[in-house]
């Protein structure tokens, strides 16, 4: 039981109530959240902002964001030293992180390559399978042999799985999960996936079949049916499966999902699938954009309860209904599931169905803008899961009252919404958690499970009601707010032999009365380790009542608290504004802060101390992946090529996880004329070291001023206890600009020449493209040669009667026969060098209807007015009518525009005055009182490509690069079927990533 310390809160509030707010302005900072920043003048004798000497007498920003103490003393306030707490808010974040520094977690490192002896690569991946379908891998790993009796469990290393036969598509192992979809094969054939990773390997043989004949199934199934091994599946339509039906669904098989179809299986029914690892039923759909839908375990009905039992199975990109749980099917139960996102889950589970899966993989597209789903939903459902891996979803789902919730060595990964890449900076408060979990009187247990890369919470107990979650030996990782969120009324999650590293916080005891335990865990290198409150109290009472209240508790027994950005432990309650330290009791527990330290020092406290890596670190080996291994050093960058323009101020460097051993590195900073260079300039070096706990290092080095090299190399070697496993970074000097814009015909330009069209002799509407001089379109084209009939050497605009609200035109004839319904009008040009014009932009003044051409080519859409509709050949005819009508005033003299680009490029020619820009002007009706008409054409250029590539060695190693982001690099094995490869970027090594590789540059 928490004993309590009333005296101390009564002392904190007193003190708090009876601030004067003369020593400071604004008078109302004092429990204050200002976005962005806050100005501060101080007086009295002595300020000192979070400890620092603050200035007085002077308006002060403040900038940084989180919570602030300002203590002002001065001699004639009562009492005479007063403490000012007020929070600098992001902006962006708006109140989700109130009073912790915005919380950006490190982009992953690969883990060291020695950690991965002796261990298990196991891949899943279909052993037969048909031409055409998206094609789902997955990858674990496991501990070996040398674990004893923990071989076999999951393995927490990051790594690349590659594959020979399939260069371009690595997965991605975090912490011992990852997946990827290869796209379908188009040749029939044995294609193994050879995967392999830092010495482990495990080959899967993959035969894509050269036809495939499909058995097609759909609607209600009213009885047991068998689909076979090995089977080739096409749902068509929703299957339903009825009470007392079972569908049987045998190792191998394969299930073509249409768009949107779905699985519902009623009170009584039950879908099995009795896949392996070997050989995966696997759900897929045509195309990874083309999703169906899902299972719905629909709700028990007496003693019928609906079941999907499920092992050897991959779900690949489900999730069609963007707004399932706001859809009534007629005729079917209500979709009662507490939920946060409306995306369709892959397995739905409502009250008493039961949902057991073991060795299954969820999987959603690879794309980073393209749809997808959520994992799960249930409600009064059971979920029994052992080895299950979720990935790339909205959400994880969640999951409340379910009768029974065991999840065994299981992955939650890469939470986030369409277009937000996991590994950035970006924000998006849209309730992107790993799971959410919502005992409500149960108990939930999670074992040996990793959660992490999500936008929002790892895991979010939070909720009223009585319940429990109990995590064992898990892994969190990456979380931008809590690894573990609570609160609520008596919810209380468990946290025991856990890791919860670089995410917001790294568990939390928030508002309502939840009680959180974390219990021998490694809190590490999160913004805040272990926190009493939350990020939201808004209640300005001295109480801490209503919504708001925080009435909980938080213990971390025995746990490890280092090393955390903001706070190691933290019990800030923001509805009183006040430290609630007596709700966090700590016992046997290390933190890095000695400030954190003494706040946690009531009688509930015992046998805490300030961390002692020297004597102490070897009590960090039992939570590292590999006990004692050496652990990867990399700089966690996004790119690893830049130009110079983009110099940090600092390096980070940064281990793959802590370790139970002092880590170092050299650092190496150097110029070279080229990357292939021999010679180089040393402008900098050293070493940064990590104590037992640490995990991340900066160090900063100028950029030269005036910079002579062409290109400044930053490297890592030299590593004790640890294995640099990043490429080095290269910085080129930045390249000019483009070239600016080139008028190629300039507005109201001279060197026009016009032809005014009149009806030639015996021409009907039925012959296609006329124009009044018979030549048919070949006016619009370069080599046309002008006739007696065209005027030339005018100046534009051109045309007749009143132009807008200035003056009047005269160039043309002023007589009725002279002003006919449709002008031509052309004008030459010349461009130097047409290989490098990026764009085109073409411009026309017209009155009334226009159509413009360029070299010939029709510019699409400008054919304002102009609707060939049924014409012959789609003809605008010489004496079609405008439909658009200018009328008079600003119309006539606006110039409308297009921009050609890409393949809407027309072909432009070098040769002087070898291009023309064409002009037809239609009226609006036959006895139309003005015309006017002006053209106008200005090219955007590329940059002169400063694009180079080789390879040079750094570090000891051949390197190859390039500089031009618009090339693709590709590889082969043997000089024939070259493969684009995406997934390698400047600079890569030649040697060392996969077997004999031939690469060549393709430029666009």
């Not at 690069?961 to 690099?969: H, I, K, M, R």
């Amino acid at each position: 039981m928490i004993r309590m310390k009333p005296f101390r809160i009564l002392q904190l509030l007193l003190v708090s109530a009876t601030l004067s707010r003369a020593a400071v302005t604004p008078t109302t900072l004092n429990r204050s959240r200002t976005a962005t920043s806050v100005t501060i003048t101080a007086t009295g004798t002595s300020a000192f902002l979070d400890g620092a000497a603050f200035p007085l007498g002077v308006a002060t920003a403040v900038t940084a964001i989180g919570y602030h103490e300002l203590v002002v003393t001065d001699p004639a306030l009562t009492p005479q030293t007063q403490t000012y707490g007020f929070i600098v808010r992001n902006a962006e974040r708006s109140s989700t992180e109130d009073g912790i520094p915005t919380m950006r977690p490190w982009r992953l490192v690969m883990d060291a390559p020695t950690a991965f002896a002796g261990q298990r690569l196991t891949v899943m991946a279909p052993a037969v399978y048909p031409l055409g379908l998206p094609v789902p891998v997955v990858a674990r790993l496991t501990k070996g042999e040398t674990a004893g009796a923990m071989a076999g469990d999951p393995l927490f290393l990051n790594g690349v799985v590659r594959a020979g036969n399939y260069p371009a598509n690595p997965v991605l192992v975090r912490r011992g999960w990852g997946s990827t979809i290869l796209a379908g094969a188009t040749v029939a054939g044995g294609v193994s996936f050879d995967g392999a990773v830092n010495g482990l390997e495990s080959e899967v043989p993959v035969s894509y079949e050269p036809t495939t004949s499909w058995t097609v199934r759909s609607g209600a199934i009213a009885s047991s049916q068998d689909w076979g091994s090995n089977a080739r599946i096409h749902v068509t339509g929703t299957v339903s499966v009825a009470a007392g039906a079972t569908v049987t669904i045998g190792a191998g098989t394969v299930v073509r999902c249409a768009p949107g179809v779905e699985f519902w299986v009623r009170p009584g029914g039950e879908v099995k699938i009795n896949g392996t690892v070997s050989a995966p039923v696997v759900f897929a759909p045509d195309s990874t954009s083309a999703l169906w839908g899902g299972f719905w375990l629909q709700p028990q009905s007496g003693a019928n309860v609906a079941k999907l039992t499920a092992s050897g199975a991959i779900f690949c990109c489900w999730g069609a209904n963007q707004n399932w749980f706001g859809t009534a099917p007629a005729g079917e139960p209500a979709k009662d599931f507490p939920t946060h996102r409306s995306q369709e889950p892959c397995v739905a589970v409502a009250p008493g169905a039961v949902c057991s899966l073991t060795d299954v993989a969820m999987v959603g597209p690879t794309g980073l803008s393209q749809t997808r789903g959520a994992a799960l939903a249930a409600k009064g459902g059971s979920l029994l899961f052992t080895r299950v891996l979720a990935q790339r979803c909205i959400t994880g789902g969640e999951q409340e009252s379910c009768p029974a919730l065991e999840m065994d060595s299981c992955a939650f990964l890469e939470m986030t919404d369409p277009g937000t890449d996991v590994d950035s900076d970006a924000f998006i408060d849209a309730d992107n958690d790993g799971l959410y979990l919502v005992p409500v009187g149960r108990t939930f247990n999670l074992r040996k499970t990793v959660v992490g890369w999500t936008k929002d919470d790892g895991v979010d107990t939070g909720g009223d009601g009585t319940g429990t979650v109990n995590f064992y030996g898990c892994w969190f990782e990456n979380a931008v707010h809590e690894a573990i969120s609570n609160s609520g009324v008596d919810r209380v999650p468990r946290s025991y032999d856990g890791v919860h590293f670089n995410c917001g916080q790294g568990m939390e005891c928030g508002y309502g009365g939840p009680r959180s335990l974390v219990s021998h865990c490694a809190l590490i290198g999160n913004m805040v380790g272990a926190r009493f409150g939350d990020n939201y109290g808004n209640n300005s009472g001295t109480s801490g009542s209503g919504t708001s209240q925080y009435i909980g508790d938080i213990t971390s027994n025995g746990s490890l608290l280092l090393y955390n950005y903001f706070r190691d432990a933290w019990a800030m309650d923001f509805s009183r504004w006040t430290a609630s330290n007596e709700r966090f009791t700590m016992v046997d527990s290390r933190v890095t802060r000695s400030a954190d330290l003494a706040a946690q020092n009531g009688a509930e406290d015992s046998g805490n101390a300030l961390w002692d890596p020297a004597s102490e670190g070897e009590q960090l080996a039992v939570f590292m992946p590999v006990p004692g291994s050496a652990v990867g050093i990399d700089f966690p960058v996004a790119k690893r090529q830049d130009t110079t323009a983009a110099w940090p101020a600092a390096f980070n460097v940064r281990l793959s996880t802590f370790s139970s051993r002092a880590v170092a590195v050299k650092w190496r900073v150097a110029g070279r004329a080229a990357v292939e260079a021999a010679e180089e300039t040393a402008i900098a070096s050293g070493t940064v070291s990590w104590v037992p706990g640490e995990s991340l290092k900066t160090f900063a080095v100028a950029l030269p001023s005036p910079n002579p090299h062409g290109v400044i190399v930053v490297t890592l070697e030299d590593p004790v206890n640890g294995e640099v496993t990043g490429a080095p970074l290269l910085y080129f000097p930045p390249s000019g600009p483009p070239p600016a814009d080139l008028v190629l015909v300039g507005k109201s330009a001279g060197g026009w020449s016009y032809h005014a069209a009149v009806t030639p002799a015996g021409w009907t509407n039925a012959t296609p493209w006329p124009t009044a001089d018979g030549s048919g379109r070949a006016w619009t084209h370069p080599e046309f040669v002008e006739s007696a009939t065209w005027y030339k050497a005018r100046t534009a605009p051109m045309g007749w009667g009143s132009i807008g609200a200035t003056g009047a035109l005269l160039t043309f004839g002023t007589t009725i026969t002279e002003r006919p319904v449709t002008v031509y009008a052309r004008r030459t040009f010349t461009v130097v060098d047409p290989a490098q014009v990026q764009s085109l932009k073409v411009e026309c003044m017209a009155d009334d209807g226009a159509a413009v051409y360029v070299n010939g080519v029709k510019v699409s859409p400008i054919s304002w007015g102009l609707d060939p509709g049924t014409n012959v050949g789609g003809a605008i005819f010489y004496n079609q009518l405008s439909s658009r009508f200018q009328g008079n005033g600003a119309n006539e003299v606006a110039y409308d525009s297009v921009t050609l680009s890409g393949a809407g490029l027309p072909v432009l020619s070098a040769a002087p005055a070898l291009n023309v820009l064409a002009i037809e002007v239609h009226q609006n009706t036959v006895d139309s009182s003005d015309c006017s008409l002006d053209g106008a054409l200005s090219a955007s250029f590329t940059a002169p490509s400063t694009g180079r590539w080789g390879v040079g060695e750094i570090g000891g190693r051949p390197w190859i690069y390039w500089t031009d982001a618009a090339w693709t690099l590709e590889s082969s094995g043997n000089l024939g079927g070259w493969m684009a490869r995406p997934d390698l970027s400047s600079p890569t090594p030649v040697i060392g990533v996969e077997a004999r590789q031939f690469y060549r540059f393709r430029r666009p």
